[in-house]
């Protein structure tokens, strides 16, 4: 009886460990699927700004549009939803999208792995981890440069001085210059506190 017992007990713990365990990467894999879903919400709602304005006003004006816009336009896709989203980047442009100390890691791994060859389009990271003290579910990938992005993040041939000293006024710090295509300029970080 008491063999019994005690069996039971132990293939109940077993069982439900197996369970906690499974449930986790189920929901850690349900949100990685969310996360990318929210990345091309964002993604493309930032390229359809960014193509209007370069149309409309050249890159010139384009640099303004951002500046007032990629913030609020990010905000709207945050708003009542669990899933929150950022872009950030080593070498940032807007100090507001300066990464994290956990963000900052991603990064620099991403850095390595891309020097060791790994395509930039295939590098994705989710973790179970902590954002500001508390557990959440995190998400980054990595964002390559394009051809369309060197007129503002290029080096000093590549950006029209125009559009220099627009960036320059917008964004006296900026660091987010000196690219070339195929780098990595920064990456769009998801997150969902459980707790
Ligand atoms: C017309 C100029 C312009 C073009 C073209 C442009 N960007 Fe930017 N980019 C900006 C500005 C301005 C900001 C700062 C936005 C803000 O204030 O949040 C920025 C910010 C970013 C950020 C956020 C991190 C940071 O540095 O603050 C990423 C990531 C980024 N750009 C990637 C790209 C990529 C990838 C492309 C090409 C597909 C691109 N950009 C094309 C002007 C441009």
């Given at each position: 009886m008491k063999f019994y017992s005690a069996s039971l007990l132990i293939s109940t713990v077993v069982l439900c460990l197996a369970c906690t365990v499974q449930a986790t990467d189920q929901d850690l894999q349900r949100f990685s699927q969310h996360s990318q879903e929210k990345i091309k919400t964002l993604a493309g709602a930032l390229k359809q700004t960014l193509v209007a304005s370069m149309q409309a006003g050249g890159p010139t004006a384009a640099v303004?549009?951002?500046?007032?816009?990629?913030?609020?336009?990010?905000?709207?896709?945050?708003?009542?939803?669990?899933?929150?989203?950022?872009?950030?980047?080593?070498?940032?442009?807007?100090?507001?999208?300066?990464?994290?100390?956990?963000?900052?890691?991603?990064?620099?791994?991403?850095s390595q792995q891309a020097a060791s060859g790994v395509a930039v389009s295939q590098l994705v990271h989710t973790e179970k981890t902590l954002k500001d003290g508390?557990?959440?579910?995190?998400?980054?990938?990595?964002?390559?440069?394009?051809?369309?992005?060197?007129?503002?993040?290029?080096?000093?041939?590549d950006i029209p001085p125009t559009v220099s000293e627009h960036i320059q006024k917008y964004y006296p710090q900026d660091q987010a210059r000196g690219y070339a295509l195929g780098d990595i300029r920064g990456a769009f970080s998801v997150w969902q506190t459980i707790e």
């Open positions: 303004a549009t951002c500046n007032l816009q990629a913030a609020a336009i990010t905000a709207g896709i945050n708003l009542d939803t669990e899933l929150q989203i950022k872009r950030t980047s080593l070498k940032y442009r807007n100090p507001a999208n300066q990464p994290d100390a956990w963000e900052r890691d991603i990064l620099q791994k991403f508390q557990t959440a579910y995190r998400l980054m990938r990595a964002i390559p440069v394009g051809p369309a992005c060197l007129t503002c993040h290029g080096s000093d041939s």
